[in-house]
């Protein structure tokens, strides 16, 4: 049935969930004889009461145009949109450093706050980098692991081994504050190469060692044994053959480290340029990098104290200076 025969003619050309819905508003709207209940109404098109109800009332208001689907676009920019020169800001360090979200939001916030501005979030920052095609999100089926750590600084201490161009990097970590140790060490890595190499990143006395099974740390190495007596107090302990997740920390570590520098060096192999960019990256991961599980900078955990020029460090060595503001001299 039909109100009208303007209503007839109008309908000609809408689509069908239009006349549907017509013909539901127009049963509850015509005489005793015909109408039928809002209840009975909703059936019809699939819908509550109450959305019907909303239905009539936006035929009585607008007629046909009513009953069509509203469109979910918002009407206004909302206020709160990041400025151009921040979203620019995240994408020109996404650039020069290949860090993710939280990495970038953390820097940036450091710069925001020397301009006295409000910070960004790390969804923010997300939302920067998709918008600008620099996320590829994919969907994975992540393993959820029971993460434990040690009690006290410097009661377990992981060290493991990585490759980066042909060259071997040593990297060690503290398990309680994540604290991170790495650098270059010349080939061969020979058992002494190591040992020299550990006892330069961490020259100081520890608990406990955590190691793979490569021989340079097996139980048979008598110069690892030699570093043990002289080095720790506690013991030497391996992980389980097969089952990387017990260096999980540790390789965390060397994950980040390696993406830095592949994002910065390429396949460059200057000796000079990977120690820098080595030296940068720790410096800025136990100062600048905020752990989520533990809630605190690494420096400050480890130490107590962190150091805030870590922020001008960066900015200069990476030659950032004109993406992001530094400092004043003496402020």
Not at 105 to 129: F, K, M, Q
Request: with cysteine; net charge positive.
């Amino acid at each position: 049935m039909y109100l009208s025969d303007e209503d007839r003619q109008l309908l000609r050309t809408e689509p069908p969930y239009v006349r549907k819905r017509y013909r539901a508003v127009a049963r509850t709207l015509a005489p005793d004889l015909v109408r039928i209940t809002r209840e009975d109404a909703a059936r019809l098109i699939g819908r509550s009461r109450r959305q019907l109800q909303r239905i009539v009332k936006r035929f009585r208001e607008e007629g046909i145009a009513g009953l069509r689907f509203r469109s979910k676009r918002p009407h206004t920019t909302p206020k709160n949109k990041t400025p151009p020169d921040i979203e620019q800001r995240v994408v020109e360090l996404r650039n020069a450093t290949g860090f993710g979200s939280d990495q970038l939001a953390a820097i940036v916030n450091e710069g925001l706050a020397l301009e006295a501005r409000n910070p960004i979030t790390d969804t923010t920052c997300y939302s920067i980098l998709a918008r600008n095609d620099l996320v590829e999100a994919e969907r994975r089926t992540m393993k959820r692991y029971r993460s434990f750590e040690w009690a006290h600084p410097d009661e377990l201490i992981q060290c493991d081994l990585t490759e980066f161009n042909g060259f071997t990097i040593l990297t060690m970590e503290d398990d309680h504050s994540r604290e991170g140790w790495a650098g270059r060490i010349e080939a061969p890595a020979t058992d002494d190469v190591v040992v020299e190499g550990m006892t330069s990143l961490h020259p100081g006395v520890f608990e406990n060692l955590l190691t793979d099974n490569g021989s340079q740390f097996c139980r048979m190495n008598p110069t690892m044994r030699r570093y043990c007596e002289n080095h720790i107090v506690g013991k030497h302990i391996w992980s389980s053959v097969h089952h990387p997740q017990t260096l999980g920390k540790l390789s965390a570590f060397q994950k980040g480290l390696k993406r830095f520098l592949i994002h910065r060096m390429g396949r460059n192999i200057d000796k000079q340029a990977i120690d820098e960019c080595i030296r940068v990256y720790v410096d800025w991961h136990n100062n600048g990098l905020k752990v989520r599980t533990t809630g605190c900078y690494p420096e400050e955990r480890y130490s107590g104290s962190r150091d805030p020029r870590w922020y001008e460090r960066l900015v200069k060595a990476l030659n950032l200076g004109w993406i992001l503001p530094i400092p004043a001299e003496g402020g």
